[in-house]
């Protein structure tokens, strides 16, 4: 059973760095697959923010490359978000996410962590 | 990016009732679909994916229809526990891959 646990500060203050970790359980991120972050503000729907490969091949949301980056740890079965210079409208509730990928069948997210509630405030 | 729009925003139906969705895409996106359920306080749990076919352990009562642009999220005899938030996702468009806007099915 694949498992997904995001962990980090629930409050950040403004202008400030978010940093989130999920750690993985039941597969290895080394076997494949790519492993997303989505955000939700409170009572909105889901933005996607960016995706990375076990090799640490990175995509990212346009709207947010400029202050995001997500990296890997294979060792610790891992990966992590940072969003720089945050402001009040990245209160968001964090998911990660596997992204699961075949052929025939092609992408979805199909295991999400619990979520983690992320507020900027001072 | 592709836009998709999901109606109606919110859908009053009985238990029991059919519950149908709509999702569009602002442009085709082939049959690269997948429709997520959401409960308060609770992460989205995948039901569909390639537009129809349910994952794993999703009751038969759920199912998916469409292609292109149009989709259909079909809930046929709703019961008490699908009362929920319903998104789409577009995955044609590698690596950005964008959800609706969300159809809140509440119990009328």
């Known amino acids: 059973q694949v498992q997904l646990q995001e962990s980090g500060p629930g409050l950040v203050k403004p202008s400030e760095t978010l940093s989130l970790t999920c750690a993985v359980s039941g597969y290895s991120i080394s076997s494949g697959y790519y492993w997303g972050w989505i955000r939700q503000p409170p009572g909105k729907g889901l933005e996607w923010i960016g995706s990375?490969?076990?090799?640490?091949?990175?995509y990212y949301n346009p709207s947010l490359k400029s202050r995001v980056t997500i990296s890997v740890d294979t060792s610790k079965n891992q990966f992590s978000l940072k969003l720089s210079s945050v402001t009040a409208a990245d209160t968001a509730v964090y998911y990660c996410a596997r992204l699961y990928y075949d052929i025939l069948t092609g992408s979805r997210y199909d295991y999400w962590g619990q979520g983690t509630l992320v507020t900027v405030s001072s | 990016e592709i836009v998709m729009t999901q109606s109606p925003a919110t859908l009053s139906v009985s238990p029991g009732e059919r519950a149908t969705l709509s999702c569009r895409a602002s442009q085709s996106v082939s049959s690269n679909l997948a429709w997520y359920q959401q409960k308060p306080g609770q992460a989205p749990r995948l039901l569909i994916y390639?537009?129809?076919t349910r994952a794993t352990g999703i009751p038969a009562r759920f199912s998916g229809s469409g292609s292109g642009t149009e989709f259909t999220l079909t809930i046929s005899s709703l019961q008490s526990e699908d009362f929920a938030v319903y998104y789409c996702?577009?995955?044609?468009?590698?690596?950005?891959?964008?959800f609706g806007g969300g159809t809140k099915v509440e119990i009328k």
């Open positions: 996702q577009q995955y044609n468009n590698w690596p950005r891959f964008t």
């Open positions: 990375i490969y076990h090799s640490g091949s990175t």
């Open positions: 390639g537009a129809s």
